[in-house]
Structure formats: structure tokens, C-alpha cells
């Protein structure tokens, strides 16, 4: 699958935005819950990250999501990893 020009053709890095995308245009979203608790989505718009996320009780704090560029999307990623460690 070819990349469109504004994409690097390594990272997927939406160059004309400075946003992260994937091969199927997903966008990476990160967000805290209402209450506490923090996660990620990949969707092509906030409003569907919020339908994807929120189920039963769980519910978004629509202040604190956040359309990620790489390195924003990498250093998140880093850090659930030390968490682990």
C-alpha cells in the first residue's frame, strides 16, 4: 500500500499536520477518564475516539484528549513500558 506525499514513508507521520497516522488513516488519541485512569484510541476523529472509548460507566474527560504527534505517540508508549519494569 503506497503512502500519500504528506506521509513519511517510515513512520506514517502525517507531515502536513505533524500528526501520527496509520496505513488506514487512524489517528492516535490520548485521554484521561472521568474519575481517574488514563488510556489511547486509533480513530480518524476525536468524536470517534470518545464512541470507541466510553462503554458502561467508563467515561472521557472530553479536556483532556489529545491528537498525538510520533514522538508524543512514542513517548507514551515508552512510558507504559517502564511502568512495567
Avoid at 506514517?12 to 484510541?41: A, I
Avoid at 464512541?51 to 505517540?73: F, P, W, Y
Wanted: proline share 1%; aromatic share 14%; charged share 25%.
Amino acid at each position: 500500500m503506497s503512502r500519500k506525499k504528506d506521509h513519511c514513508p517510515c513512520c506514517g507521520l502525517d507531515k502536513s499536520r505533524g500528526y501520527y497516522k496509520t496505513d488506514k488513516e487512524l489517528f492516535f488519541f490520548t485521554f484521561n477518564w472521568v474519575g481517574g485512569g488514563f488510556n489511547q484510541e486509533y480513530a480518524k476523529t476525536q468524536a470517534q475516539a470518545i464512541r470507541q472509548a466510553e462503554s458502561g460507566t467508563l467515561k472521557v474527560d472530553k479536556h483532556t484528549i489529545n491528537k498525538c504527534t510520533e514522538s508524543e505517540m512514542k513517548s507514551w508508549y515508552r512510558s507504559g513500558w517502564l511502568a512495567t519494569i
